[in-house]
């Protein structure tokens, strides 16, 4: 059973406009929550976390904002860059059930800005 | 240099053979994982392991074992490889905090 799920698997956006990407989760015991952005041929890269306590953590162009109730998190970025074209992945963190504060990822998001 | 590096970055093997990836961070961090990355299917931890002598095994542990041999590497094995072991691999690092894990840059195995 997926813990955290990103139910868009691309998306496409115009340079200089915003890129919203989603992210559920099951899991109320989940207290912290990650992005990270990946490139091909390359590792993940860690790119924007937020507590559970919080509901946006802001970092640039990056915005993670983190709805409890619904079990919800979204990454807004703005401006959107052609260096943004990434796949992202949603991840999250729980002490639950001998997890031992590992994480557990999404199956990413593909994003594509074009110029 | 890079913090996290792995090898061998790729690799071609046939099925039954025994393989090793190696993982080595000059981060000092205490926590390291292995992880499998599949089309569509994300990011999956086969094994974990939070000081040198703890090992634990992850989501998906069958047919891998690991190696801590020191704080800073951290080997994979595949004791006899399968087709479906095709997959990129990448290995983590962490704190004792685990908040944030920093990943090196994947070992893409093929197996014929």
């Known amino acids: 059973d997926q813990q955290v799920k990103q139910n868009s698997p691309s998306l496409s956006v115009q340079e200089g406009r915003i890129s919203i990407l989603n992210c559920d989760y099951t899991?109320?015991?989940?207290?912290?929550f990650l992005w990270y952005k990946k490139y091909p041929a390359e590792g993940p890269t860690f790119l924007i976390s937020i507590s559970s306590i919080k509901d946006k953590n802001e970092d640039g162009r990056f915005t993670v904002f983190l709805n409890k109730s619904a079990k919800h998190l979204s990454l807004h970025i703005v401006p959107s860059q052609p260096g943004d074209s990434a796949v992202y992945f949603c991840a999250a963190r729980s002490y639950y059930g001998g997890s031992q504060g590992n994480l557990i990822f999404g199956k990413g998001t593909k994003l594509s800005v074009k110029p | 240099d890079a913090d996290v590096t792995q090898t061998p970055r790729n690799r071609i093997t046939k099925t039954g053979k025994r393989i090793m990836l190696e993982c080595s961070q000059t981060?000092?961090?205490?926590?390291m994982y292995w992880y499998r990355q599949d089309p569509g299917l994300g990011l999956r931890l086969i094994y974990y392991?939070?000081?040198?002598?703890?090992?634990n095994k992850g989501e998906i542990s069958d047919g891998y074992s690991v190696s801590r041999q020191a704080q800073a590497k951290f080997s994979l094995s595949l004791e006899s490889a399968i087709p479906n072991q095709t997959a990129l691999y990448f290995c983590?690092?962490?704190?004792?905090?685990?908040?944030?894990?920093?990943f090196g840059p994947g070992t893409r195995l093929t197996v014929l």
């Open positions: 981060k000092g961090h205490d926590r």
């Open positions: 392991s939070f000081d040198v002598k703890d090992i």
């Open positions: 899991n109320s015991m989940f207290d912290y």
């Open positions: 983590a690092t962490s704190d004792l905090g685990g908040d944030t894990q920093y």
